[in-house]
């Protein structure tokens, strides 16, 4: 009798909850992605260096971008909304915890989290997210998140871990207009909030350098950031132009001494803005062939361009050919135009070489070709990627840049980089949405 009327007053109180919060919608959500990779870093046979790791391929599990949140919104009546995420990382197949910096990516609303109103005017939203930059061509990219992922080369100036115009920016206020005819536009702004006048230290409220790296704040660290992207989507077509600005960028971490050999002097390097912009194109064929293409256009304000590797051209082609209506054929190419200077880092295979200057050839190509298979339920699919990132003598690009689990970049365990390395893998994954 006691458990019955237990019961009862939980279905009560449930009830009474239903009636209260009718205006409001919460949904559960999530992304699991897992695979398993073989990776080969491209330090074996090669001469005149010395790595202080093991070279060849590597066996790997890797958890990819795999996430879950709550979203929802109340209706405020009148057409205005009140609208909130709150999304974290979730490390499957790995311990949680600080990955290369302060960050604890299993941590609650460690990814796209805001709250905001929304309205037929559109949206204002108050938070951390993707960029527009970012957003713009996301969908262009068929191996998101695999160790074929762009961003080893698109929005990555220089090469790193980190994709910098590919970012989720911090402490941000955006505003995501209405469709107008298939039209639509996204801006973002995110204050640097930093007391330092060179933003030397982390902005205020946050555990890492602006950009993503650990104190001193010398790689890449900013200020004040903009993104803007401009959107047409119509049937078959869709198409973007976008621009980002990151104010009075830190690069002095690239000054290592006062200059000879492979070290920039100081000063040559500095403290700069850097921007960049692209345009982008999609068409799908009534051939069920989908065309992506994007050129993309970084650049520092550098002080010389002797020591500048972040001024650069990019291009993306890919496309996609369903097969059946359950399977996929991808193929993708990056290519990373020359840049007019290299800061030193990324040691050359000939090591009496002075690695900077416009003479040192820094060009890179990645290609990716990927199978996958949806399954019925359109929740659930598995894929194979095989990539190879084709690095020129002073280039020093990766595989799996800002979305695979594990990076597989040029540094040797003792965390020295070595440039110009032909870099590949394989990996085969699932992926179940929910």
Known sequence: ????????????????????????????????????????????????????????????????????????????????????????????????????????????ASRNSFLGLAGGWGAVKIGKTDAPYKLSTGRMDPFSATIGDYNSIMGNTGGDNRAEFDWRLSHAVWYESPDMSGFRVNALYSPGQNRSNDNSIQAQGEPNCTGGNLPPCGDGSFGNAYSIAGIYANGPLYATVAWELHKDTNRTGDELGAGGGTVPPVGSVGIADEDAWKIGAQYKFATHTTVNAIYEKMHRAAPTDTYNERSRDGYWLAATQNVTEQDDVNVGWAHAGKSPGNPGSGLLADPTAVNYGSSIDNESNMYAIGYKHHFADKQTTWYAVYAIQKNHDGAHYDLGASGHGITTDCHDAAGVCFAGNKIQGVSVGMTYNF
């Open 1 to 108: 009798m006691r458990k019955s009327l237990c019961a009862l007053a939980v279905v009560g109180a449930l009830g009474a909850m239903q009636v209260a919060h009718a205006d409001t919608t919460v949904q559960l959500y999530g992304h699991l992605d897992l695979s398993v990779d073989s990776v080969d870093n491209g330090l074996s046979g090669r001469t005149g260096i010395d790595p202080a790791s093991k070279t060849g391929w590597l066996p790997a599990i890797s958890s990819n971008l795999s996430r879950v949140g709550l979203r929802g919104y109340h209706d405020l009546g009148g057409g205005l909304k009140a609208v909130m995420q709150v999304e974290t990382q979730i490390d499957v197949s790995a311990t949680p915890g600080t990955t290369s910096d302060n960050r604890v990516q299993g941590a609650f």
